[in-house]
């Protein structure tokens, strides 16, 4: 008696990260089984994620559902999820960038977007936030090029450069590019006191603080950060803090279970010389226009997220956030954004128009590589089929 059910699936990696993609039309349709289904998958909730194809840390847990398109002006439906390790839960309430990039190459190799050479431009409605992301794929020979020359930090080599323009994605989370209506807002954050913050929304909605306000040098790895429980917390709290300013949570205490991805958190510093903490290869203040960090989930991201890498660049290019008063002149002249992550630098090209009402985004577009590693089945005992 077979007491396990096959369900296709496809393992891609996305700029830094990786994620299992499934056919909308694979998956049940109730969302609790779907839920339940998608965890098995995964081995969660494990530490180790040994039952399942988890990759035993957040940017290796996420899920891409693909499917065709619910709105007249996208060419495909993706939906994201990040699934948690430690419990059964999968976070639906945010976008990954990495991830996007892999969209257009799976949806073509799937025969559900027409390939056209040298460049096919994809129209992709993510459905979290029910916006839309342009994204240019270059194509060979009917599929999605692997092979090129355009490199991304802490990923190993190189690879077909594919664009991806986030200028739609403004007010992602609460409907505004600047959710209070301010440059600086000032949070009463426990352990720190009352600190100046800048809240910005697009692609994901991010709380930016200086590093001398939460006590940290700025060139943190992540190791030194996760090492430094101190100085986590400090950075958990302001995060917390900023998730009930922003009505994610009622209570801030509640905001790590209850919102662990809304909003994330970067901090930033003036350019200084440090290392890639990884390879030990010099990272030096001549190249940068400012150095980022980036905590996600409550934890230190490994190099920077995608989509928080368009909104600490967009941020960048706000006049009076804390992010633009540490920018170079030649980032706010330029609109290219280069700064620094732990792993090495992220470029982003930005055009934002000043208006009556605000700030208007125009263009903020990211270079980021793809590839398919995996196509097969994963096996899922029929008993959770069963389970409602």
Request: some cysteine.
């Amino acid at each position: 008696m077979n007491q396990q059910n096959m369900l296709r699936c496809t393992i891609m990696r996305g700029g830094t990260s990786k994620a299992i993609f499934f056919k909308k039309s694979d998956l049940p349709v109730d969302p609790a089984l779907r839920a339940k289904v998608i965890l098995a998958a995964f081995g969660s909730p494990d530490m180790r994620q040994i039952d399942g194809l988890g990759g035993a840390w957040e940017g290796y847990s996420k899920v891409a559902i693909i499917g065709p398109p619910t709105r007249d002006d996208a060419d495909i439906d993706y939906t994201f999820g990040q699934v948690q390790i430690n419990k059964p839960f999968i976070d639906w309430s945010f976008n990954c960038g990495n991830i996007s990039s892999a969209v257009g190459p799976y949806a073509i190799a799937e025969g559900m977007i027409g390939a056209v050479e040298p460049l096919t431009t994809i129209r992709i409605h993510l459905t979290n936030s029910n916006q839309v992301i342009s994204a240019e794929v270059p194509v060979k020979e009917g599929l999605a090029s692997i092979e090129g020359d355009y490199e991304i930090a802490g990923v190993p080599g190189s690879g077909a450069r594919i664009d991806i323009d986030n200028c739609k994605l403004a007010g992602s989370s609460t409907g505004k590019l600047l959710p209070s209506g301010n440059v600086i807002d000032e949070l009463i954050v426990d352990g720190l006191g009352k600190i100046p913050v800048s809240i910005v929304d697009i692609a994901n909605p991010f709380v930016f603080v200086h590093a001398k306000d939460v006590r940290a040098k700025g060139t943190e790895s992540r190791p030194a950060i996760m090492g430094n429980q101190e100085l986590l917390n400090r950075l958990v709290a302001v995060r917390c803090a900023a998730a009930e300013f922003l009505g994610f949570v009622k209570d801030r205490k509640d905001a790590t279970e209850a919102s662990p991805s809304r909003p994330c958190l970067a901090f930033i510093h003036e350019p200084v010389d440090y290392v890639d903490y990884a390879t030990n290869e010099p990272i030096r203040a001549k190249d940068l226009d400012f150095i980022a960090r980036n905590i996600h989930n409550n934890k230190a991201h490994e190099t920077f997220m995608s989509s928080g890498s368009i909104c600490t660049a967009v941020a960048a290019m706000i006049e009076g956030t804390v992010v633009n008063k540490v920018a170079s002149n030649k980032a706010k002249e330029t609109g290219i954004v280069r700064f620094g992550h732990p792993r090495g630098i992220v470029e982003i090209i930005v055009e934002i128009n000043k208006t009556g009402s605000g700030f208007e985004v125009k263009k903020a577009v990211i270079g980021r590589t793809a590839r398919r590693i995996l196509d097969g089945y994963v096996y899922i005992n029929k008993s959770i089929f069963e389970k409602t």
